[in-house]
Each structure stands twice: as structure tokens, then as C-alpha cells.
């Protein structure tokens, strides 16, 4: 298993570690799961994204090549600007879903999933055809994300970059304690933040850093375990559970990304196609009205017949209710509709809710 | 981590009480901090039979499912039915207000098979030993 540079600081801080995407993460500190979640929502968490990849895509053929691989239309995108997109096969089958930066005119820089790096870098290699340099930068970075309520302020106290200028899903190049970082306003956990890309060999420092100026603010360290929580909440998806190789962003709730405007992309003749003939399955969200925890794989009932299944679920911190994203035909799909999801052979009531499930305060 | 010595322990992380022929049980210190913090919890019915080493509930961390093994087979006399409002009391007090059931023991000789509390410490640091 792989291992982060800050492996190390996460044992002394009392983490449990578990494997996620091949690599040996935190799932936890020592305050737990909930309390993690909490000082998230109320004040600040740090995270540890090392294991998430960084591929770069330079050269003259640079926006070409992405416009090919992106279902967004990146030529939109002004310099330092984020996008959230996804990489399709030809199928609209979905590669990744990842965060692009446009760093120059020529210069596209990429956060890809941790367990998806060799399989999006090789895709991204083999539609390049000669025409850009792409390169595989992930073991180059630290990714350290500072999130919640009270982020700018901690951060501020780090750089000099007036973060009040730097709005969600910009970024900006400066020193964050004297390192030199791309600091984005990104995040997945729906509260304000930003996710810092520093030099590897510096990400200790980094972490370190913000861990004190966090410290009189009430900022924890926070793993994997609240990461999923907080994601959930904030409906965000999870690549390998509600999204795949066999769904589609038209399914999957993601037909905003997609810009059939843009001449030529990878999936985009399936996607039109399913477009005029409509999609068989669609991503809901649900919320329990009963108590149970919906959880991967769980079925989805109606009317007494299977109609899908969960991919992600949880109980919600926040709502004090099971929450879950999943799949089912369209006609079953409308907010307010019944469903039961089957929990050890029990049949528990829930409905189909508006996602996120939660909304910052 | 405690290991209260008036406790029998079995190899799944259950604790049993004995008094006379009724045995109260819960799950183990150990067990709710390798779960983590609890948030669900599902209890038998007063009147259900239980069999030794088969599960007889489950409880629910935010990342696992986990069932709750019977330490002794016997009739339910008594559930504690304020739990499932207050799941974190596991992680709180397991040997005290966590208390899961009790069971009207159809055979004490089972009760030989478990741990006592330096054999289940030992145990304990065994497991955490192999992580």
C-alpha cells in the first residue's frame, strides 16, 4: 500500500488508518468520526489529499487535447479559473470525474482521483496523439485541504494572497507559509475552503503550519470517515460508487457539465444519443423516513419491486437521518416519491429528496 | 481501556453479568472503540430466543455494520429499550447504561466457555497486536 508524505505526522496525531485506493489513509483522529464532522461544519478541518493524482497537460495542443477529453468547454475557462468535469469513454461511460485548473493558455492541470491516476493518465496519454506533453505529476504534490466556516481566516494568517479575492473555484499561486503552493477554493464537503498543491517534500511544513494557525480556532484534523460524511451531505459524488465506467453524466445528474455546443468530445455521440432517446436510470437522492442506515449496494424498492440500488449512504450528522444517493428508472425519480430501501431483509420507508441534503448556514 | 473483573468476555466482544440464572450483556470497550462512534443500534424483542454465537442484534458505526454475537443462548427477559434513541451511549458507557439485553440462560455451562478479564485483556492486545 502506498503511502503519503505525511504518513508519519498522521500516526502522531493518533490516526487509524485504512486503505482507500490503494493507499494506507486516516480514516480518523482521535475525537472521532462526528466530532470531525462537526468542527468541519462549525469551524475547520484539515485534510490529507495526497493520494489524489496530478496530471498536467502543456503545449501548443494542450486546450485541443483537453477539449477532447473534457465533456466541459474549457476554452471558456479564464486563467486560474477551477472546473469540476468528467473524462468519458466513447460509451459516455465515465472515466473520472476530476477538477481542472487552467493554469496558461497552454497549461491545464488536473485533480484526478487517487485509485483512477495510472488509468486516467494512460487515457490521457493515448488520445493525446502527439500533440501536447502530458504529464504525470502526482507523487510531485502535497494536498492538504482546509475546510469550513472559519478557512479563510486561518489561512489568511499564512500568505500573503488576499484569499478575499480568490472566489469559489478560482486560484491563485503564492507562499502559504513560505512554501510556494497553488491554492485553490475548492473542496468537497459543502462548506467554504480551500485545497492547497505544495511540493511533496514541503508538505509536512504546510500541514504543520496550518494545524497551529488552525489550533486557537478550533481546527482538527479531519480523515476519511467525516471526508465521506461531509461529501454526502453536501451531495457531492464519489467515483467507484455513484459514478462508473457503466453511468453516464446524463444519468448521474451532471447534464449541466456537459456542452454538446463544443464540435468534437469523447463520448459525445452516445451522449446525444441518449439524450434524444432519455436515459433508464437516474441519480436520486434519498432521505430515511425511518430509522436504518442505507448503505452501498442496499436495494431500492416500490411498490413491493426492486427498482435500484444505493451507492452511497450514510447517517447524516447533520440531519440525524439515513441519507443516500442511488439509481432508478426515471418515472420513479420525482422529489417526494416512496421508496423503501431494504435493510437485512426489512422493507424501511424512504423518500426521494432535493440533493445536497444539506445547505451551508 | 477498562476490563471490569466481575465480567465474563467472549471472543467476539460481548461482556456478560451473571446473576443467578440471568445474564445481562452489551458489547465490549474494545468493541466500541475499534467501532468508533455508534449511531445505530437493533435490538431483539422481549420473548426472542438467542443462541450462543449468533447474532442476536447489530450496531452501526458511521463506516460499519457490525452484529452482535450472542455470548450464551437463553430467552430475552429484558431489552434496553432506550438505546436505539442513544446509540452513543455505547461509546460512552458500555458497561454500565449500554447494557444491550438480558437473557434467561438455558444452559449455564456455556458460560465456561468465556474469557475472564485478564484472559480477555490478553486477548485484546493479541488482536491489536496482529492489526
Given at each position: 500500500m502506498k503511502r503519503t508524505p505525511l504518513y508519519d505526522t498522521h500516526r502522531s496525531l493518533g490516526a487509524r488508518m485504512i486503505e482507500f485506493g490503494g493507499w494506507e489513509m486516516p480514516?480518523?483522529?482521535?475525537?472521532?468520526i462526528l466530532a470531525e464532522h462537526q468542527a468541519v461544519r462549525t469551524r475547520a478541518g484539515l485534510f490529507d489529499l495526497s493520494h489524489m493524482g496530478e496530471v498536467e497537460v502543456t503545449g501548443p495542443g494542450a486546450l485541443e487535447v483537453c477539449q477532447e477529453l473534457l465533456?466541459?468547454?474549457?476554452?471558456?475557462m479564464r486563467l486560474w479559473q477551477a472546473q469540476y468535469s468528467v473524462l468519458c469513454y466513447p460509451?459516455?461511460?465515465?472515466?473520472d470525474d476530476i477538477i481542472v485548473y487552467r493554469?496558461?493558455?497552454d497549461h491545464y492541470f488536473f485533480c484526478v482521483n487517487a485509485a483512477n491516476i495510472d488509468k486516467d493518465f494512460d487515457w490521457m496519454l493515448s488520445h493525446n496523439h502527439g500533440r501536447a506533453e502530458v504529464r504525470?505529476?502526482?507523487?510531485?504534490y502535497v494536498l492538504v485541504a482546509l475546510q469550513g466556516p472559519l478557512a479563510q481566516m486561518i489561512l489568511q494568517r499564512l500568505t500573503?494572497?488576499?484569499?478575499?479575492?480568490?472566489?469559489?473555484y478560482w486560484s491563485a499561486v503564492g507562499e502559504v507559509a513560505g512554501v510556494s503552493a497553488l491554492v485553490a477554493?475548492?473542496?468537497?464537503?459543502?462548506?467554504d475552503g480551500f485545497e492547497l498543491f505544495v511540493p511533496a517534500h514541503q508538505g509536512t511544513e504546510v500541514w504543520n503550519a496550518c494545524l497551529d494557525a488552525g489550533r486557537n480556532g478550533g481546527m482538527v484534523p479531519v480523515g476519511l470517515g467525516a471526508r465521506d460524511t461531509l461529501r454526502l451531505e453536501a451531495g457531492y459524488l464519489l467515483y467507484g460508487n455513484d459514478i462508473?465506467?457503466?453511468?453516464t453524466p446524463l444519468e448521474a445528474g451532471l447534464?449541466?457539465?456537459?456542452?454538446?455546443?463544443?464540435?468534437?468530445?469523447?463520448g459525445r455521440e452516445a451522449l446525444l444519443q441518449q439524450q434524444a432517446s432519455g436515459v433508464s436510470k437516474q441519480l436520486i437522492g434519498i432521505k430515511m423516513d425511518e430509522p436504518g442506515i442505507p448503505r452501498h449496494g442496499y436495494p431500492l424498492g416500490r411498490d413491493g419491486n426492486t427498482i435500484g440500488h444505493v451507492t452511497s449512504g450514510t447517517q447524516s450528522p447533520t440531519l440525524g437521518a439515513g441519507i443516500a444517493l442511488g439509481y432508478v428508472p426515471p418515472d420513479s425519480a420525482a422529489i417526494g416519491t416512496i421508496l423503501t430501501v431494504e435493510i437485512r431483509s426489512r422493507q424501511a420507508r424512504a423518500r426521494v429528496v432535493d440533493r445536497p441534503f444539506y445547505h451551508k448556514g | 481501556m477498562e476490563f471490569p473483573k466481575e465480567l465474563r468476555y467472549s471472543r467476539e466482544h460481548e461482556w456478560v453479568a451473571v446473576e443467578e440464572n440471568i445474564a445481562t450483556i452489551g458489547i465490549t470497550d474494545y468493541a466500541q472503540d475499534q467501532l468508533g462512534d455508534i449511531v445505530y443500534v437493533e435490538l431483539p424483542e422481549v420473548g426472542a430466543q438467542v443462541t450462543k454465537d449468533e447474532a442476536f442484534g447489530v450496531v452501526e458505526s458511521v463506516k460499519a455494520v457490525s452484529d452482535i454475537y450472542a455470548p450464551v443462548s437463553g430467552t430475552v427477559t429484558?431489552?434496553?429499550?432506550g438505546l436505539p434513541d442513544s446509540p452513543e451511549t455505547i461509546n460512552e458507557d458500555p458497561y454500565g447504561d449500554a447494557w444491550m439485553i438480558r437473557v434467561e440462560m438455558s444452559?449455564?455451562?456455556?458460560?465456561?466457555d468465556l474469557m475472564k478479564a485478564t484472559e480477555y485483556k490478553k486477548f485484546v492486545e493479541e488482536e491489536k497486536e496482529e492489526e
Open positions: 480514516v480518523q483522529y482521535q475525537g472521532g465533456v466541459t468547454d474549457i476554452a471558456r460509451s459516455g461511460g465515465i472515466v493554469m496558461a493558455e504525470n505529476r502526482s507523487d510531485e500573503a494572497l488576499d484569499l478575499s479575492q480568490v472566489r469559489r477554493r475548492t473542496g468537497y464537503t459543502g462548506e462508473d465506467a457503466q453511468t447534464q449541466r457539465l456537459v456542452r454538446f455546443d463544443k464540435d468534437m468530445f469523447l | 429484558e431489552v434496553n429499550v444452559d449455564p455451562d456455556e458460560l465456561e
